[in-house]
């Protein structure tokens, strides 16, 4: 069983940054697939970004390319979504993903085994 605590959510006025944490535990970390997803009030839960086991590969949902970046520390069996130029848009609960058997380019919810309980970021206009 892998568990997943997110940290660093918050308030931030628009035009600002935010880098999340997402500590896991359980020993599949460095070979598992990580990915971001957020859900805005009144909407789905929605893909934001991913990674693979070794940090080489990326993808991002369209609308976040250029503002989030995803990064992993397998070592501290931790993982990170940065954000910048945050908008009020962007105020959802991000959550942190693992898919235990690897792979790309994965970006629906199903394809994900083990979840984090969210964290709140809030974007002030």
């Known amino acids: 069983q892998v568990q997943l605590v997110e940290s660093g959510g918050g308030l931030v006025q628009a035009g600002g940054s935010l880098r999340l944490s997402c500590a896991t535990s359980g020993r599949t970390f460095s070979f598992s697939t990580i990915a971001w997803f957020r859900q805005a009030p009144g909407r789905e839960r929605e893909f934001v970004a991913g990674l693979n086991w070794s940090g080489r590969t990326t993808w991002y949902a369209d609308s976040k390319k250029g503002r989030f970046t995803i990064s992993r520390d397998n070592a501290e069996n931790t993982m990170y979504l940065e954000s910048n130029s945050l908008k009020p848009e962007d105020t959802a609960v991000y959550y942190c993903?693992?898919?235990?058997?690897?792979?790309?380019?994965?970006?629906?919810?199903?394809?994900?085994?083990?979840w984090g309980q969210g964290t709140q970021v809030t974007v002030s206009s």
């Open positions: 993903a693992v898919r235990k058997n690897g792979g790309t380019c994965f970006i629906g919810e199903y394809e994900y085994d083990y």
